[in-house]
Nanobody, 125 residues
Protein backbone atom coordinates (compact mmCIF):
# COMPACT_ATOMS: atom_id res chain seq x y z
CA UNK A 1 0.00 0.00 0.00
CA UNK A 2 1.05 3.57 -0.69
CA UNK A 3 -0.52 6.58 0.96
CA UNK A 4 -0.30 9.89 -0.87
CA UNK A 5 -0.96 13.30 0.65
CA UNK A 6 -0.96 16.44 -1.47
CA UNK A 7 -0.45 19.96 -0.21
CA UNK A 8 0.30 23.43 -1.46
CA UNK A 9 -2.80 24.32 -3.39
CA UNK A 10 -4.41 27.71 -3.10
CA UNK A 11 -5.48 30.86 -4.87
CA UNK A 12 -3.17 32.62 -7.32
CA UNK A 13 -3.62 35.31 -9.94
CA UNK A 14 -3.32 34.56 -13.62
CA UNK A 15 0.29 34.73 -14.71
CA UNK A 16 1.52 33.73 -11.30
CA UNK A 17 3.27 30.63 -10.01
CA UNK A 18 2.42 27.97 -7.49
CA UNK A 19 3.91 24.70 -6.33
CA UNK A 20 2.13 21.64 -5.07
CA UNK A 21 3.73 18.63 -3.44
CA UNK A 22 2.81 15.07 -2.63
CA UNK A 23 4.35 13.02 0.15
CA UNK A 24 4.25 9.25 -0.15
CA UNK A 25 4.35 6.77 2.70
CA UNK A 26 4.21 3.04 2.79
CA UNK A 27 6.17 1.00 0.30
CA UNK A 28 9.39 2.21 -1.28
CA UNK A 29 8.74 5.49 -3.02
CA UNK A 30 11.44 4.94 -5.61
CA UNK A 31 9.63 1.82 -6.84
CA UNK A 32 6.88 3.89 -8.40
CA UNK A 33 6.59 6.17 -11.35
CA UNK A 34 4.52 9.14 -10.22
CA UNK A 35 2.00 11.34 -11.93
CA UNK A 36 -0.12 14.43 -11.50
CA UNK A 37 -3.66 14.68 -12.81
CA UNK A 38 -6.30 17.35 -12.43
CA UNK A 39 -10.04 17.62 -12.59
CA UNK A 40 -11.92 20.83 -13.13
CA UNK A 41 -15.60 21.19 -12.20
CA UNK A 42 -17.80 19.46 -14.74
CA UNK A 43 -14.83 18.06 -16.66
CA UNK A 44 -13.10 14.73 -16.92
CA UNK A 45 -9.85 14.04 -15.15
CA UNK A 46 -6.90 15.24 -17.21
CA UNK A 47 -3.29 14.11 -17.31
CA UNK A 48 -0.85 16.83 -16.25
CA UNK A 49 2.61 15.31 -15.84
CA UNK A 50 4.46 12.14 -14.94
CA UNK A 51 7.96 11.21 -13.85
CA UNK A 52 9.79 7.91 -13.98
CA UNK A 53 11.06 6.00 -10.96
CA UNK A 54 14.55 7.43 -11.29
CA UNK A 55 13.35 10.90 -12.19
CA UNK A 56 15.26 10.70 -15.45
CA UNK A 57 12.19 10.82 -17.68
CA UNK A 58 9.23 13.18 -17.62
CA UNK A 59 6.17 13.69 -19.80
CA UNK A 60 3.59 16.46 -19.85
CA UNK A 61 0.11 17.09 -21.04
CA UNK A 62 -0.11 19.42 -24.02
CA UNK A 63 -1.98 22.08 -22.09
CA UNK A 64 0.80 22.49 -19.51
CA UNK A 65 3.91 21.77 -21.55
CA UNK A 66 6.49 24.51 -21.09
CA UNK A 67 4.72 25.94 -18.04
CA UNK A 68 4.72 23.11 -15.49
CA UNK A 69 7.63 21.06 -14.16
CA UNK A 70 7.42 17.76 -12.31
CA UNK A 71 10.25 16.59 -10.08
CA UNK A 72 10.82 14.13 -7.27
CA UNK A 73 13.02 13.84 -4.21
CA UNK A 74 13.44 10.25 -3.15
CA UNK A 75 15.13 11.23 0.11
CA UNK A 76 11.92 13.04 1.08
CA UNK A 77 9.50 10.60 -0.58
CA UNK A 78 8.01 13.61 -2.33
CA UNK A 79 6.94 14.51 -5.84
CA UNK A 80 6.50 18.13 -6.81
CA UNK A 81 4.63 20.05 -9.46
CA UNK A 82 5.88 23.55 -10.11
CA UNK A 83 3.37 25.63 -12.07
CA UNK A 84 4.20 28.87 -13.86
CA UNK A 85 2.33 31.29 -16.11
CA UNK A 86 -0.89 30.01 -14.61
CA UNK A 87 -4.15 30.54 -16.45
CA UNK A 88 -7.74 30.50 -15.20
CA UNK A 89 -8.22 27.24 -17.11
CA UNK A 90 -5.62 25.64 -14.81
CA UNK A 91 -8.18 25.88 -12.02
CA UNK A 92 -8.84 22.34 -10.79
CA UNK A 93 -8.28 19.83 -8.04
CA UNK A 94 -4.82 18.39 -8.52
CA UNK A 95 -4.19 14.75 -7.66
CA UNK A 96 -0.93 12.88 -7.39
CA UNK A 97 -0.82 9.20 -8.17
CA UNK A 98 1.59 6.27 -7.99
CA UNK A 99 1.75 3.99 -11.00
CA UNK A 100 1.48 0.22 -10.97
CA UNK A 101 5.00 -1.29 -10.80
CA UNK A 102 4.94 -2.52 -14.41
CA UNK A 103 4.79 1.04 -15.77
CA UNK A 104 8.01 3.00 -16.10
CA UNK A 105 6.00 6.15 -16.87
CA UNK A 106 2.47 6.72 -18.07
CA UNK A 107 -0.03 9.39 -19.03
CA UNK A 108 -3.01 7.06 -18.60
CA UNK A 109 -4.90 7.27 -15.34
CA UNK A 110 -5.70 3.56 -15.62
CA UNK A 111 -1.96 2.90 -15.08
CA UNK A 112 -2.07 4.30 -11.56
CA UNK A 113 -2.92 2.23 -8.53
CA UNK A 114 -2.77 4.79 -5.74
CA UNK A 115 -4.23 8.27 -5.53
CA UNK A 116 -4.09 11.16 -3.11
CA UNK A 117 -7.09 13.10 -1.89
CA UNK A 118 -6.32 16.12 -4.05
CA UNK A 119 -5.43 19.74 -3.48
CA UNK A 120 -7.38 22.61 -4.98
CA UNK A 121 -5.74 25.21 -7.19
CA UNK A 122 -7.70 28.28 -8.17
CA UNK A 123 -6.38 30.78 -10.71
CA UNK A 124 -8.17 34.10 -10.78
CA UNK A 125 -8.34 36.25 -13.90
Amino acid sequence: QVQLVESGGGLVQAGGSLGVSCVASGRTFSSYAMGWFRQAPGKEREFVAAISRSGGSTIYGDSVKGRFTISRDSAKNTVYLHMHSLKPEDTAVYYCAAAAPRYSISARDASYDYWGQGTRVTVSS
